[in-house]
């Protein structure tokens, strides 16, 4: 019988304070929502996501889940190691089919890819043109006669069922607070928390990626409008890290013991001592910063870092 995908008993629901010269100067009270710690490789928004997924899944009789994702994903990871947790096969379309040319060459220098393996997943690599319409009919029928019936999880997890999961992220508890800030990748995640905030309650949504697309995809999740996108800590865009970004991660490690991830929360985390700086909160404000995991792809960025021999995260 396939175990149920639960972890109820298991999720830290935990805010560590952080504080310091400038936060006490400008009256501001912040801290971190620890969903990183939720599970050690399911952890923060992918746990979220796949929760009512997997559930799904198992409800309608799947065996495997297949999913998509660049090299160094959190959700391709996270996936994995919920397809082993439940007893389910699964399959990541990976973006890039020159990784799969040698495939035990990408293993040694890709420890997302590599971990994924090692939960069971299957790798199948696609070129960039096939990936851009990866759910498009034509694509899904060729998956689907390679590898026989699957449950389907769009890219970085953001369906219904993941903007559900993600509705839990924010507790009674939490009413105290007057702003939310999380990162933005597919919006499934800031959809939730969007849709569950407090009235009283301001969501601030840093995205991760360079464009002014947020707006529009959030669209397609909630019809609130408690929330307020700022679109200038993206660092270039995507997966673009700069020595500056590093050096923050690195100093906030060391002074409040909590790791961020460069593609998401460093990236937040950074923004938010930015407005504090420039006093954009008043004073007296509180602030709830949703951390939302993606640590196990810090490897990744630091080996891209050594290649370019500039500083690396030091987050352990």
């Not at 439940?86 to 590599?114: A, C, F, P, S, Y």
Request: charged content about 20%.
């Amino acid at each position: 019988m396939t175990p149920s995908f639960t972890l109820e008993d298991k999720i830290i629901s935990r805010n560590d304070s952080v504080s310091g010269t400038l936060l006490a100067e400008k009256g501001i009270s912040l801290h971190v929502k620890r969903e990183d710690l939720i599970h050690k490789h399911i952890s923060g928004n992918k746990f979220r996501k796949l929760k009512y997924n997997v559930k799904a899944a198992q409800k309608e009789g799947h065996t495997k889940l297949l999913t998509f994702g660049g090299a160094f994903s959190n959700h391709i990871a996270a996936t994995a190691a919920a397809g082993k947790l439940v007893g389910m096969q699964t399959v990541g379309v990976i973006r890039g089919e020159e990784l799969g040319v040698n495939l035990e060459k990408t293993l040694l220098h890709n420890e997302t890819l590599r971990y994924a393996v090692s939960q069971g997943m299957q790798l199948y690599f696609i070129d960039r043109a096939s990936y851009r319409e990866k759910e498009s009919t034509e694509i899904l029928t060729q998956l689907q006669n390679q590898f026989g019936t699957f449950y389907l999880i769009p890219e970085g997890g953001t369906n219904e069922l993941a903007v559900q999961g993600c509705k839990e992220v924010l507790t009674a508890a939490d009413a105290d607070y007057d702003v939310i800030c999380c990162s933005v990748g597919t919006g499934g995640t800031i959809a939730g928390i969007i849709e569950t905030a407090f009235p009283h309650q301001k969501v601030l949504a840093f995205p991760a990626l360079k464009g002014d697309f947020v707006e529009d995809m959030l669209l397609t999740h909630t019809t609130k409008k408690n929330y307020k996108v700022i679109n200038r800590y993206h660092f270039g865009g995507y997966g673009k890290v700069t020595d500056e970004l590093v050096t923050f991660i690195n100093t906030f490690y060391k002074t409040y013991q909590i790791p961020l991830d460069p593609i998401y929360t460093g990236k937040m985390m950074f923004g938010i001592f930015d407005l504090i700086k420039t006093d954009y909160f008043n004073r007296n404000t509180r602030i709830l910063a949703i951390h939302t995991g993606g640590i196990q792809g810090v490897a990744g960025i630091n080996h891209r870092l050594r290649q370019k021999n500039s500083p690396q995260i030091k987050i352990c």
